[in-house]
């Protein structure tokens, strides 16, 4: 289902006066799982259709018909997809109420009360009425909110002007830029300020073209340039001076002067490149210029290129060592300790496992709670760790790579490795914890299983019947 925000349903603003419909209505798109926003008037309606941004316009004609009509005309002027897709609630069907209201921007209407199949239906056409429009203004030449080409009118563009150099590498660049932050300009100052934004970014790119530069919008707050007879040195040099420019100006939305930045992303072409494929090399150091902290240029052969090296699995892990995931470990017990001490100390410290050491402190084996089954059936009732211990245990010096360790974990059963120091042990890896490592942690990952009661039900005390007892004699 189409969706202009980006997230998974229509968001739907409803207007009217009615608060026993605003309920009925509120109930029933919590029950759907659409999103709502509701206004009782004309300011309050377009103050929410700037800041919510619904794909959906829900109007009781019961507000009154010169404000309806007026409030359709400015919703329907803006030039981005909010309030694409606007319904009249009447209670009759009046030819001329419909025909001012078709006139002034109304889509659709639905009759009161409201059969919700019939409405459930009714949004499911205006899905695609806003779908069909939104392919449609992709595939026009002309960015309706920029005035720069569209994306596909670029990427034609760009792909005829790498056509003439079939077989050999074109000098043409490619940058593509963003807006630093440009979602809170939304949020904080309206949809229509983040239009404006955009435009006047769009104008500035303009002033700094020199030459044959062809401009283009990607997307909200993504624009590309391409720079024909440019190298990426180049594109680079015209990078920077286009971040200096939009960092220096002062941007005017509503009755608020603020400044923003841009990033930028730059790759030169390649032999026998495809359009598409130049634009996504640009794009990608894009996204490297944002995670160095924005407001940068990147190009592709520099910087880039070493994060995606450096990002693959192999490399990524490079430098730690065992030591780097092992859980510390300064508690040990003596071989001539006995099981019962060693029970004891695994109870305490609530360990899996702990190493069993010689005099000087070497590592003679792993004292697990395992171990214990068949020591209790032995004649010894009290038999040391030298009779009970897992002596077979694999081990690995705390300098060692997490790779190899890995590598063991992945072709053996074991579910446990002692890490040592000169042959002195230092800690443990368990193969569970190193699998955990890898899983992302969320908000409740290390709650407690079990819920706390938050009441205070535990303190009561019930009345106990005691028997009575009989007199002393």
């Keep these: 289902m189409y969706n202009g925000t980006g997230s998974k349903t229509l968001k739907i603003l409803v207007v009217t006066e009615d608060r026993a419909l605003q309920r009925e209505l509120s109930g029933f798109f919590e029950l759907v799982g659409y999103q709502l926003l509701q206004a009782a008037d004309r300011k309050t309606a377009l103050a929410a259709a700037a800041a919510g941004c619904p794909q959906i316009v829900l109007l009781d004609a019961e507000l009154g018909a010169a404000a309806d009509w007026e409030l359709c005309r400015q919703l329907s002027q803006r030039p981005s997809e909010v309030a694409g897709f606007k319904f009249l609630l009447v209670d009759e069907p009046d030819e001329s109420q419909l025909q001012d209201a078709l006139e002034a921007g109304i889509d ?60 050999a590498a074109p000098r043409v660049a490619c940058a593509v830029l963003d807006i630093d932050f440009f979602a809170r300009a939304g949020r904080v100052y309206g949809a229509s300020a983040a239009d404006t934004l955009s435009q006047a970014v769009a104008q500035e790119l303009n002033g700094l073209r020199v030459g044959s530069e062809v401009l283009g919008c990607l997307g909200a707050d993504r624009f ?56 996504e090399r640009a794009a990608r150091a894009l996204k490297a210029a944002k995670n160095l902290g924005r407001n940068c240029v990147v190009a592709w052969s520099g910087l880039d290129a070493q994060a995606a090296d450096s990002l693959e699995i192999d490399k990524l ?86 790779a190899s360790l890995i590598s063991y974990f992945t072709g053996n059963a074991a579910s446990l490795v002692v890490v040592v120091d000169d042959g002195r042990p230092v800690g443990f890896v368990a193969c569970d914890s190193l699998v955990m490592l890898s899983r992302p942690v969320e908000g409740d990952s290390l709650a407690a299983d079990s819920q706390y009661d938050d009441t205070t039900a535990y303190l009561f005390v019930p009345d106990v019947s005691l028997p009575e007892c009989e007199p002393a004699v």
């Design 108 to 167: 659709d209407f639905l009759v009161k009360p409201i059969s919700y199949g019939e409405l459930l239906s009714r949004l499911r056409v205006a899905a695609r009425v806003l779908e069909y429009d939104r392919r449609v203004g992709q595939q026009g030449r002309i960015d309706p909110r920029t005035g720069l080409l569209s994306r596909s009118a670029f990427t034609a563009h760009l792909r005829r002007q790498l056509t003439e150099h079939a077989g």
């Design 224 to 279: 590309c340039v391409m720079l024909p007879g440019a190298d990426e040195a180049a594109a680079v040099q015209w990078a920077e001076k286009a971040r200096e420019a939009v960092a220096a100006e002062v941007f005017t939305l509503g009755e608020t002067t603020v400044k923003f930045t841009i990033s930028l992303g730059v790759a030169g072409c390649e032999a026998g490149e495809r359009a598409e494929g130049l634009i």
């Design 317 to 402: 892990f490079q430098q730690t060592m065992v030591r780097d995931v092992m859980t510390p470990c300064t508690v040990y017990l003596e071989h001539n300790q006995t099981t019962a001490e060693a029970i004891d100390l695994l109870d305490r410290t609530r360990l899996d496992a702990i190493g069993v050491v010689d005099a000087k402190g070497k590592l003679l084996g792993v004292c697990q709670r395992a171990d214990f089954a068949d020591a209790a059936n032995t004649d010894d009732p009290q038999p040391t760790l030298i009779e009970t211990m897992t002596t077979e245990v694999q081990t690995f010096d705390q300098r060692e790579s997490l």
